[in-house]
């Protein structure tokens, strides 16, 4: 089946706008996870959605970041005001339920802000 | 919080040899370890996982070793072949419940020579 999608594959914007990253998580999957992977570092969690529960948001480094799940299934991840040190690969997860299941990552977002 | 400190950071060995990679973390409630495989421009893909109450587990070529009284776990790849060249990433989870997030150490490039 279709694996999680996420789009653009790549952005370059300039300093001081807004984007706008989505996923498409796999069909059935209720825990959505946002991730940013910066170059030759691991990856940073940013945000959790699990069903209808309330999100964690205890990895948004600003409030500049912001994240919604619509409908339970799509996700857009939104930064305001771009900065050059957002630049990195943004990576979306999904899995079947919780966190202790395996999470299925999507090809990634490589945001550029020049 | 959660320390994952990941060693090395880059491993180079002939096809036909052993690989390994360690992970130590620092928080003993931590209780989910799982292993991820990153190939050039995709995104991570889990290849193995441990949970505590587990101190080795195998699959083919692949195994994982935990001891929780050191905080330490370990991914051993045998028989190594180029299509095992990739980033390795360990992560770890403290699931209480529906809370809790992987935490990723910051990766091993691995190069496997023909």
């Known amino acids: 089946g279709a694996g999680v999608s996420q789009s653009p594959s790549n952005k370059v914007t300039e300093k001081g706008k807004d984007v706008e990253l989505r996923c498409d998580p796999i069909s059935g999957h209720t825990a959505l996870y946002w991730y940013r992977q910066s170059l030759g570092q691991g990856l940073e969690f940013l945000i959790y959605?699990?069903?209808?529960?309330?999100?964690?948001k205890s990895g948004l480094p600003s409030d500049r970041f912001s994240a919604e799940r619509t409908g339970g299934s799509v996700s857009t991840l939104t930064i305001q005001r771009t900065q050059q040190e957002d630049s990195a690969v943004y990576l979306c997860a999904s899995s079947l339920a919780g966190l202790a299941y395996e999470q299925y990552f999507g090809p990634g977002t490589r945001l550029t802000v020049t | 919080g959660e320390n994952v400190e990941q060693h090395p950071s880059t491993l180079s060995v002939q096809e036909g040899d052993s690989a390994v990679i360690k992970c130590t973390y620092s928080?003993?409630?931590?209780?989910?370890f799982p292993w991820y495989k990153q190939e050039l421009g995709k995104g991570p893909q889990l290849i193995i996982d441990i949970r505590s109450n587990v101190g080795e587990k195998k699959d083919q070529r692949i195994a994982v070793t935990l001891n929780k009284t050191a905080k330490h776990f370990s991914l051993h790849i045998t028989e190594t072949q180029p299509e095992d060249s990739a980033v390795y990433f360990c992560?770890?989870?403290?699931?209480?419940?529906?809370?809790?997030?992987?935490?990723f150490g910051k990766g091993t490039k691995l190069s496997v020579k023909p």
């Open positions: 959605f699990q069903g209808n529960s309330a999100p964690d």
């Open positions: 928080d003993s409630a931590s209780n989910y």
């Open positions: 992560a770890v989870s403290t699931i209480r419940g529906s809370q809790g997030n992987l935490i």
